[in-house]
T-cell receptor, first 112, second 118 residues
């Protein structure tokens, strides 16, 4: 039972490049989320999805794009990476309304 | 707006001491959920507990216990007889049930770093 996985686990990219972070869950959870974790800020929601083809912005969506064509996948794309997007990114999924969220192992992204 | 405050940035204790991590929240919702997560040095986020706003009973799970007090908007977490393996960052989170299509966005506190030393 793999649960929720993220790839890559570590990524270094240059300013201006496009980069996609992958998230895959095997539970068939309806809800999926992307957070970023920065020192002093805790975790902040970037985008979320209530079901396939339904996505919406979170607290810090600027510079990011998401899609969800299949229930199990929720990729996050940085269209033109900036140094301020250097962070640890966590994907999470949840069975339904008010349920706890389960997190992937995280992707550490460095933008040089 | 939802807000979660974890005023203790870092706590250091000696093994076997009891320690309480504070969490204070703000919400206008009458129905909401509170969570605690643990982030050990390896970096993953581990779910510990979920509590809904209508259930103010304290909960105990082994060495862990949680005290939910609606009157003071607090949801504190106590570790009894702490161990080195408890060293981690602990996050308190509050749910927001008003997302498009339902679902709960979590608002996280900034975390408390707990260091348990021998």
């Amino acid at each position: 039972d793999a649960g929720i996985t993220q790839s890559p686990r570590y990524k270094i990219t240059e300013t201006g490049r496009q980069v996609t972070l992958m998230c895959h869950q095997t539970w068939s959870h309806s809800y999926m989320f992307w957070y970023r974790q920065d020192l002093g800020h805790g975790l902040r929601l970037i985008y979320y999805s209530a079901a396939a083809d339904i996505t919406d912005k979170g607290e810090v969506p600027d510079g990011y794009v998401v899609s969800r064509s299949k229930t199990e996948n929720f990729p996050l794309t940085l269209e033109s990476a900036t140094r301020s997007q250097t962070s640890v990114y966590f994907c999470a999924s949840s069975e339904g309304d008010s349920y706890e969220q389960y997190f992937g192992p995280g992707t550490r992204l460095t933008v040089t | 707006a939802q807000k979660v405050t974890q005023a203790q940035t870092e706590i250091s204790v000696v093994e076997k001491e009891d320690v309480t991590l504070d969490c204070v929240y703000e919400t206008r919702d009458t129905t909401y959920y509170l969570f605690w997560y643990k982030q050990p040095p390896s970096g993953e986020l581990v779910f510990l507990i979920r509590r809904n706003s209508f259930d103010e009973q304290n909960e105990i799970s082994g060495r862990y216990s949680w005290n939910f007090q609606k009157s003071t908007s607090s949801f504190n977490f106590t570790i009894t007889a702490s161990q080195v393996v408890d060293s981690a960052v602990y996050f308190c989170a509050l749910s927001d049930l008003r997302l498009t299509g339902g679902g709960n966005k979590l608002t996280f506190g900034t975390g408390t770093q707990l260091k348990v030393e021998l």
